[in-house]
């Protein structure tokens, strides 16, 4: 694979001011257990190869057990998962893959009793972030791997 545009030499002002927006999502209030699980996941859901090699040893690199993380595609049937931790997925799911008839109510009230509103909001800006960035990587099939020393995720042992 041989990425298309570096688009973080191409704008680098946009690229500038999204990684503040990430920096801020990052110092929000989900933890850090969760926000691993979510970028995950939601990068499986879109196909981001980049994004998936990346939040993989992000996750490894922060302790998350390796079973876990061979779990999620199955989450609803794993019984590895806090309910905290389910309602996070299921809400990172809901946003990621929006329905034709949108956010059913049955689903932000589960999610109601596992988040407070700070919470709820600061995941939906960890789930809008992290769709975003599988849109840019997808779109210029940036290489998986490629970024690791850089981002100390060779730290993972994850070759």
Not at 17 to 43: H, P, Q
Not at 64 to 89: D, K, Q, Y
Not at 130 to 158: H, T, Y
């Amino acid at each position: 694979m041989t990425q298309r545009i570096n688009f973080m030499q191409q704008s680098p002002e946009l690229f500038k001011k999204y990684i503040e927006f990430n920096n801020a999502v990052k110092a929000g209030a989900i933890d850090e257990t969760i926000r691993n699980l979510v970028t995950v996941r939601i990068s499986q859901l879109n196909g981001c190869a980049f994004c998936l090699d990346m939040h993989v040893k992000q996750a490894r690199i922060a302790g998350e057990r390796e079973l876990r993380l061979h779990h999620l595609a199955s989450w609803r049937e794993s019984t590895l998962f806090v309910p905290r931790e389910r309602a996070s997925l299921a809400w990172a799911e809901v946003l990621t893959r929006i329905p034709e008839q949108g956010v059913s109510d049955e689903i932000y009230e589960r999610v109601r009793t596992q988040l407070n509103e700070q919470e709820i909001v600061d995941l939906t800006f960890l789930v809008m972030s992290s769709n975003a960035w599988s849109r840019l990587n997808i779109a210029f099939k940036a290489v998986p791997g490629a970024s690791d020393a850089a981002l100390g995720l060779d730290k993972a042992g994850l070759a």
